[in-house]
Each structure stands twice: as C-alpha cells, then as structure tokens.
C-alpha cells in the first residue's frame, strides 16, 4: 500500500503540472476570443457611384411623392414609369453591391428597399393614397435612403 501512495505521489505533481496548462491555455484561448469577437468587421470602401445613384433614386422618389398626391393623375397605371425606372435603378445598384468584397451591411439595406418599393406598388394598385398616407410612406422611405447614404459616407469619412 506504501507503494501505491508514493506512485500516487509522485503523479499528483505532473496531473497538477498538466492541469494549470490546460487553464492557462483555456485563459489564453478566451482571450483571443475575446479580442477577435471587439475587432471591427471588414467594410467595402466608399462607392461614389453608389453614392450618386441612391442620391439620384432619392430625388426620383421624392418627386414621385409630391406628384401622387395631387387629385389627378394618382393611379398607379400613370406611374408605372416610375415604378419602372425605379426597379431598373435599384437592380444596377443591387448587383454593385453584391459584386464588392464586404458590402453585406449595403446589400441588406438595398434589399430591404426593394422590398420597400414593391411593397409600395402593390399599396399603390389598390388605390390612390391620401396625404397622411403619403407623408407616412415617405418618412419611411427617407429613412432607408438616410441609412444607406450614410453608410457610403461613413465609409467616405473612415468613421466605419
């Protein structure tokens, strides 16, 4: 029994020796995972054609907001030129994105506003909107055009 108890003995130091390298392996390993999961992810850089298209749409939308509350000429079959213009628009800018390295973050927000504009012309074939639903629809599409310029002028600006 004496000699079971020595062997113990002589095995405990090594278990320990093999367990506090474990630890500090395990405190190591958190560590870098902590510090990778703090670093920022890899952003495309400014896209100015980007940038002067989404600016362009922007301006398109606004006017086809101030011409469709008027009494004549809201229905959707006198728009569909917008509609048109605007899914052609989004397409171009859809497809750069999608082509650039680390642009998820662009390409979530476009497709976000595809949805949008279809979204608006299914509202649109049921009938002509009313001034409140007029400004309430366009606060919600500025909103998409503000976080997608933004992000292109972050990008600008390195404040991404």
């Known amino acids: 029994m004496a000699n079971q108890s020595q062997r113990w003995h002589h095995q405990t130091p090594r278990y320990a020796n093999v367990f506090r390298l474990f630890v500090r392996l395990l405190m190591l390993l958190s ?10 992810l890899p952003v495309s850089p400014y896209d100015s054609t980007t940038d ?10 606004a006017g086809f907001f101030v011409g469709v509350v ?13 509609y048109h213009t605007s ?15 680390y642009n998820d973050i662009a390409v979530e927000q476009l497709a976000l506003l595809v949805k949008s504009f279809d979204d608006l012309a299914d ?34 600006y390195g404040r991404w």
């Open 31 to 40: 560590a870098l995972g902590v510090m990778t999961a703090c670093t920022s």
């Open 52 to 61: 002067k298209a989404i600016t362009r749409l922007h301006k398109q939308t």
């Open 70 to 82: 008027q009494a004549e000429g809201c229905e959707y079959d006198r728009h569909l030129g917008f």
């Open 87 to 101: 899914k052609v628009s989004l397409s171009g800018l859809m497809v750069r994105a999608k082509a650039v390295a």
């Open 123 to 156: 509202l649109h074939e049921l009938g002509c909107f009313s001034s409140a639903q007029v400004d309430d629809l366009w606060a919600a599409f500025d909103l998409s055009f503000s976080a997608i310029l933004k992000l292109e002028l972050a990008k600008k």
